[in-house]
């Protein structure tokens, strides 16, 4: 059973900072953590995630602005989001891939992030 619980989204204005985090709470097993994010009408884009290796990916629009992080040993996900800007309003959400295979992800319930 894995549940993802995600937080610190709202509304900010461009150029402000935002911590969302997500509490993973689960047993066994090893994943790798992510976020995604979706606007309305549009596919959901991976932002950020840690590959199995321990690196860490993001996507282009994001670099030098957003930077995931994770604390083991409270299993909790970040992301650190500077420099908003209003593209990056959007649900945003944690997901969890078992033994870091995508066809074995989990989703949380989304939190939002408007950014005027």
């Known amino acids: 059973h894995v549940q993802l619980v995600e937080s610190g989204g709202g509304s900010v204005q461009a150029g402000g900072p935002l911590r969302l985090s997500c509490a993973a709470h689960y047993t066994y097993s090893w994943y790798c953590l992510g976020w995604f994010r979706q606007v309305p009408g549009k596919e959901r884009e991976l932002v950020a995630s840690f590959k199995g290796d321990g690196s860490t990916s993001y996507v282009d629009s994001v670099k030098g602005r957003f930077t995931i992080s994770q604390d083991n040993a409270k299993r909790t996900l970040y992301l650190q989001m500077d420099s908003l800007m209003p593209e990056d309003t959007a649900m945003y959400y944690c997901?969890?891939?078992?033994?870091?295979?995508?066809?074995?992800?989990?989703w949380g319930q989304g939190t939002q992030v408007t950014v005027s």
């Open positions: 997901v969890a891939d078992r033994l870091c295979e995508s066809r074995n992800r989990y």
